[in-house]
């Protein structure tokens, strides 16, 4: 599904995947930068703790979110298709300024949210400026096309990645998590292999993609983002390759962003921390 | 340590790094190449099994280049800088056409070799037309800059490989082997980060990069070979990160290649398998 049409005169929110297990305690950068591009005092976030079966899973991110000095904070307890039909748990959808999708499943995800009223006000927030965030799971739903699984190991190979229907905030990427530490970059380059019109973005545990509303992302956190550009490839194995058979892809550009570099997705171009330090100074805080 | 200086009129013999785990019975493809470019019936092959602890890996090598059609075969039970100062062995060397080092551990095969009259003769052989493949460790070693170890994760990182000095057959490579299965592109990166002038070659188990006195690869083998060219970056957060810290690298190239590509490791192009099916047809056999 295409990314929903951003009205006129209004700017698409930001799209913020997490790789995972960020950091709630001591040195909570990525949530409390998330809490405050959604407005800080004033902001009214909604979890949505679906892709999670830990019953506290909902409650646990409001306390975090209140504590980070957000205004507002709900959870949905959405875990059927039912749940999300409800005009209830769609209109805390609507009435949000951030929205935050937990970790878990994303199968869980793409079943239970996939073509209901809840995921269309969610695709219908993020086109007026609802900014969305999403950890592990959270993080690949984002995408038009979602990582779903994959092999463990790190060589890139024939069905080496499976792809289902997500969200559809952005048709730019795919996005995968937990990705240096669960060794995921043959599953992306499989995944990039596919349909190489699309970004392979493979986002470290307590790191996040801040995707401002002119597809440029700034890294913040403590790991790296990578960037697979697939677009130069002048050569892949994939259509003869047989059932998991190594993959031959050349012409391939990787990236590899840490805190404070930025890419622009329009321009296939990749930015280093500006010099003063201030390298995220730039995403603009909501109101 | 450069490489041995090439006599006049005389071409460097093949470079051969084999990611480990090569096929040995069903399919033993990248051996059996080997025993023809060293020249079959007519070849002399030497097996140096220093980096393994097994008493018996000399004469398992042997067994099989045998059943592999090799001429003669002769193996060092080098365990000792002090054997390797035995002439006797330094002219094994010599009079090889083909050497073969087998997997263990690097470090074993550096600090035993190295400096002696073998790891001369092995160098000056190398520089006058001996082909030389080393599996695993074997690999590994070929390099003037040594891939020693590195932390098991797929990220790139401040101390994330730890680089020795090798053997020196070849100072455009660092050459890391069980590559995608042991996922260390996060070490290969690591490493490249150091000194960005030398290609990362990361060689899949059972696959072998066939580098010719040209400087030009030609995958054989049912993996990959991953080839990081870092000549373009132009972003490095190295010498300022801290200890462990996720790194930047902006400007990356990457190419995976699979059986019958090849890569000018002159002109940094790689190039898809013949269309005729006949990928590798134009490695040159030994006579």
Same mark, same amino acid.
């Given at each position: 599904?295409?990314?929903a049409i951003v009205p006129e005169g209004q700017k698409r929110g930001y799209l913020v995947p997490i790789g995972?297990?960020?950091?709630?305690?001591?040195?909570?950068?990525?949530?409390?930068?998330?809490?405050?591009?959604?407005?800080?005092?004033?902001?009214?976030?909604?979890?949505?703790?679906?892709?999670?079966?830990?019953?506290?899973?909902?409650?646990?991110?409001? *306390?975090?979110?209140? #504590?980070?000095?957000?205004?507002?904070?709900?959870? *949905?307890?959405?875990?059927?298709?039912?749940?999300?039909?409800?005009?209830?748990?769609?209109?805390?959808?609507?009435?949000?300024?951030?929205?935050?999708?937990?970790?878990?499943?994303?199968?869980?995800?793409?079943?239970?949210?996939?073509?209901?009223?809840?995921?269309?006000?969610?695709?219908?927030?993020?086109?007026?400026?609802? =900014?969305?965030?999403?950890?592990?799971?959270?993080?690949?739903?984002?995408?038009?096309?979602?990582?779903?699984?994959?092999?463990?190991?790190?060589?890139?190979?024939?069905?080496?990645?499976?792809?289902?229907?997500?969200?559809?905030?952005?048709?730019?990427?795919?996005?995968?998590?937990?990705?240096?530490?669960?060794? #995921?970059?043959? #599953?992306?380059?499989?995944?990039?292999?596919?349909?190489?019109?699309?970004?392979?973005?493979?986002?470290?545990?307590?790191?996040?993609?801040?995707?401002?509303?002119?597809?440029?992302?700034?890294?913040?956190?403590?790991?790296?983002?990578?960037?697979?550009?697939?677009?130069?490839?002048?050569?892949?194995?994939?259509?003869?390759?047989?059932?998991?058979?190594?993959?031959?892809?050349?012409?391939?550009?990787?990236?590899?962003? =840490?805190?404070?570099?930025?890419?622009?997705?329009? *321009? #296939?171009?990749?930015?280093?921390?500006?010099?003063?330090?201030?390298?995220?100074?730039?995403?603009?805080?909501?109101?």
């Amino acid at each position: 599904m295409c990314p929903a049409i951003v009205p006129e005169g209004q700017k698409r929110g930001y799209l913020v995947p997490i790789g995972g297990a960020e950091d709630k305690e001591a040195k909570p950068t990525i949530l409390k930068r998330f809490t405050e591009i959604s407005g800080g005092k004033k902001s009214r976030i909604l979890v949505i703790p679906t892709a999670s079966r830990l019953d506290d899973t909902g409650r646990m991110y409001q *306390t975090l979110f209140k #504590r980070l000095g957000a205004g507002e904070v709900n959870y *949905t307890p959405i875990t059927s298709r039912e749940d999300c039909d409800n005009p209830e748990y769609a209109a805390l959808c609507d009435e949000a300024t951030g929205i935050f999708i937990t970790g878990g499943n994303q199968l869980r995800l793409s079943t239970i949210l996939g073509g209901t009223a809840v995921a269309q006000a969610i695709r219908r927030g993020n086109a007026a400026g609802v =900014h969305i965030a999403g950890t592990s799971a959270g993080a690949s739903i984002m995408a038009q096309h979602m990582m779903a699984g994959g092999p463990g190991d790190s060589g890139a190979r024939e069905g080496g990645a499976t792809l289902a229907p997500g969200l559809g905030l952005t048709n730019s990427a795919i996005i995968d998590q937990h990705f240096s530490e669960r060794n #995921r970059i043959g #599953r992306l380059l499989s995944a990039v292999a596919y349909n190489p019109y699309l970004f392979g973005i493979g986002v470290d545990e307590d790191t996040a993609a801040f995707i401002d509303s002119d597809n440029v992302i700034e890294v913040v956190g403590s790991g790296g983002v990578t960037i697979v550009d697939g677009s130069g490839l002048k050569y892949s194995s994939l259509s003869q390759a047989r059932s998991g058979e190594a993959l031959g892809l050349l012409g391939l550009k990787l990236d590899i962003l =840490h805190e404070g570099c930025h890419y622009d997705l329009n *321009t #296939r171009e990749a930015f280093p921390p500006a010099e003063d330090g201030q390298g995220h100074c730039n995403i603009s805080v909501g109101d």
